[in-house]
């Protein structure tokens, strides 16, 4: 049987996951998701006192960015979210920054696209 190849987005982790979960029982031959953002890195590892405390920049403080050279965190530190008053108006990110990508067999594919785009996903 021929394998189909998926790739979703979602506005939130738990869509994604409940997705996952319901293609898994579709016995999906393998589901991931992860979460994206606009700066790579994971952000902040640990605790910094941004009074005292050698955090490098406010675009990797407020942004969860992985930032390697000065100016890369002066041009980070521009975008409005860096500031906390610009949040798309409902806090937090509000793009679908969630991807689900998923593996499954040919008879279940149209199967799986309604599911996810019943959960809210966007193919």
Not at 85 to 111: C, K, R
Request: no cysteine.
């Amino acid at each position: 049987m021929a394998e189909k190849n998926i790739i979703a987005y979602f506005r939130s982790e738990e869509q994604a996951t409940a997705v996952q979960t319901k293609l898994r029982a579709l016995r999906a031959i393998d589901v991931s998701v992860d979460e994206f953002g606009r700066y790579p890195g994971y952000g902040l590892q640990s605790v910094y006192n941004p009074y005292g405390g050698d955090f490098g920049s406010l675009g990797r403080l407020t942004q969860a960015a992985d930032i390697s050279t000065p100016d890369q965190g002066i041009l980070v530190a521009a975008d409005p979210a860096a500031s906390g008053m610009s949040d798309g108006g409902g806090g937090g990110v509000t793009g679908f920054n969630f991807v689900l990508a998923a593996v499954v067999d040919e008879s279940v594919y149209e199967q799986s696209l309604r599911v996810i785009e019943g959960a809210g996903g966007m193919l």
